[in-house]
Every structure is written in structure tokens, then in C-alpha cells.
């Protein structure tokens, strides 16, 4: 079990390598929009879409990311002096009983919202804006998907954990 967990771990740990390289080329992309509209005057809707896109990506991949180095928000003054044993069981209870289903819930309905994009041949309504609406509309199924494999990594981090069979490197606030 310790190399599975291993092996999920170095996954989303690469795809949230890959929210950062997006939180990169939105800063860039704005930067080139501020400059582009306050200098030369010029406004491009795609660029401006682009950002909305390149945000949702990083967000909706992000909260895996996010669920597996333990930083979501929550009451930490009373959670910070839980023992790791009930730390343990509120992140199963949390994981099996609140992230998966709404997890569920939404990758049930997105598949059809990005098919229904796809089948259309949605595109922004505005001129000069990104064609291929199902592009981004797929981020939500595929960002679900990749948030099940996370919500795994989790289950059986803390089953590892209540049965002593974790090893002493997987304090992940000190490698973030």
C-alpha cells in the first residue's frame, strides 16, 4: 500500500506542478492585457477569456492538490490539537462523507454540460473570443475525476496512518 500511496502522491503532486505553470501564464497573460490596454490602447476579448480559463483550470485542479497536502480551511484551533488518531478519522470521515459525494454529484452533471458544448459547437459569444467551449467545460469532469484519485490518496494516507504503517516523511505542511 505504501508504494501505491507513493505513486498517487508524486501524480498530484505533478498536476499541482501544473497549477502552478498555469497560475504563470495567467499572471503573464494579464500582464500582457494590462500593458496591450493601458499603452497601445487595444483590448482582446480571447486574451481576456484566456485568463478565466487558465484561473478555472488552476482552481479546479488546485482543490485536489490542496486536499492532498492537508490545506483546506477548517477549524484549526480545535483540529491543530486533535491527536493524529482523530485527526485521522475526521479526514476519512470529511474525505468519504463530504468530497466524494458533491464530487460525485458534480462529475455526474458535468459530463453532460461539456457534451452539450461539444455537440453545439459552443464558443463565446462575444467576437474575437475562444472558440471551443467544451474545452473548458471538460476541466470540470476531468478536475472531478482527478479529485476521486485524490480523495483515494487521502483514504488510504489515513488508513496508513491508524494502522501505524506510515512512514515518518508524509508531514506535508513542511513540503509546501
Known amino acids: 500500500m505504501n508504494s501505491v500511496v507513493k505513486l498517487l502522491g508524486k501524480f498530484i503532486d505533478g ?6 505553470v498555469l497560475m504563470m501564464l495567467m499572471i503573464l497573460n494579464v500582464f500582457y492585457d494590462v500593458i496591450m490596454r493601458y499603452f497601445f490602447n487595444e483590448v482582446s476579448i480571447g486574451m481576456q477569456e484566456l485568463e478565466w480559463h487558465l484561473f478555472a483550470a488552476m482552481f479546479m485542479f488546485g482543490i485536489g492538490y490542496t486536499l492532498k497536502a492537508d490545506g483546506h480551511v477548517r477549524v484549526d484551533v480545535f483540529y491543530d490539537n486533535f491527536s493524529p488518531r482523530v485527526k485521522a478519522y475526521i479526514n476519512l470521515f470529511g474525505a468519504l462523507f463530504f468530497v466524494l459525494p458533491v464530487t460525485f454529484l458534480i462529475l455526474y452533471y458535468s459530463w453532460d454540460y461539456t457534451l452539450e458544448a461539444y455537440e453545439m459547437g459552443e464558443g463565446s459569444a462575444d467576437p474575437g473570443g475562444l472558440p471551443h467551449r467544451f ?3 471538460g476541466v470540470i469532469p476531468v478536475s472531478s475525476v482527478f479529485l476521486i484519485v485524490c480523495v483515494l490518496y487521502v483514504v488510504l494516507e489515513q488508513l496508513q496512518r491508524l494502522t501505524g504503517n506510515t512512514p515518518s516523511s508524509t508531514d506535508h505542511k513542511d513540503a509546501i
Open 15 to 20: 498536476v499541482g506542478h501544473l497549477c502552478s
Open 135 to 137: 474545452i473548458i467545460r
